[in-house]
Structures are given as C-alpha cells and as structure tokens.
C-alpha cells in the first residue's frame, strides 16, 4: 500500500516527464507574470496613498514602465545565457574527462 502512495505522489508531480510537461512550472510561469505584471502597480498605489500633495505627481509614465519591464526583460536574458553557458560547460567537461580516460587507459595497456 504505501508503493502505491509514492506511485500517486510521483504522477501527481509528474515527476518521469520532462520540464516542459510538468503542471507545476506552468503554474510558476504565470505566477511570475502576474508578479511582474502587479509589482508596478503596487508600487504606484503605495506610494500615493502615502502622499498628501494637492497634486500627485508620481504617477507612471510610458517611460517609466519600458524602463521596468526593459530592467526586467535584461535580467531575464542574463539568467538564459547564463544558464545555457553552465550546460554547454557542463557538456564540454563530460566530455574531456571521457576523453582522459581513454587516453590513461590507452597508456596504461600500451
């Protein structure tokens, strides 16, 4: 009986699938772009509501949000390309220490 619960635990995660077919990184994709969507407008608000100027003036501008979302978009492209970069070494490596093997196994009977 408990194989059984570890069996309903694992499907539950989807834990046999690749990343892509998982339902949990879908739900943290989407809780992230709402995340990012609202953090703009919580900032705006807390900000006003702080305020007792006649006239507010913080309000956001066109500008200001390309700015946000540019900040955004930048940091997102570094953590890609830094991840990418990782693999990609990661590969080399397995690769160059099958390499040495082989070659101290041809020295090694040669």
Same mark, same amino acid.
């Given at each position: 009986? +408990?194989?059984?619960? /570890?069996?309903?635990?694992?499907?539950?995660?989807?834990?046999?699938? +690749?990343?892509?077919? /998982?339902?949990?990184? $879908? %739900?943290?994709? %989407?809780l992230?772009?709402i995340?990012l969507?609202?953090? +703009?407008?919580?900032?705006?608000?807390? $900000?006003?509501?702080?305020?007792?100027? +006649?006239?507010?003036?913080? $309000?956001?501008t066109?500008?200001?949000?390309?700015?946000?979302?540019?900040?955004?978009?930048?940091?997102?492209?570094?953590?890609? %390309?830094? %991840?990418?970069?990782?693999?990609?070494?990661?590969?080399?490596?397995?690769?160059?220490? /099958?390499?040495?093997?082989?070659r101290?196994?041809?020295?090694?009977?040669?």
């Amino acid at each position: 009986m +408990p194989d059984k619960k /570890k069996h309903n635990i694992k499907c539950f995660f989807a834990c046999g699938k +690749p990343w892509y077919q /998982k339902w949990w990184i $879908y %739900v943290i994709i %989407v809780l992230t772009d709402i995340t990012l969507i609202a953090i +703009p407008f919580l900032i705006n608000c807390a $900000y006003m509501n702080g305020r007792s100027l +006649p006239e507010p003036n913080t $309000y956001f501008t066109a500008g200001d949000w390309l700015s946000f979302y540019g900040t955004i978009l930048g940091a997102l492209a570094t953590i890609i %390309v830094l %991840v990418i970069t990782l693999t990609h070494n990661r590969k080399i490596m397995q690769i160059n220490m /099958k390499e040495q093997r082989i070659r101290e196994k041809e020295t090694n009977c040669g």
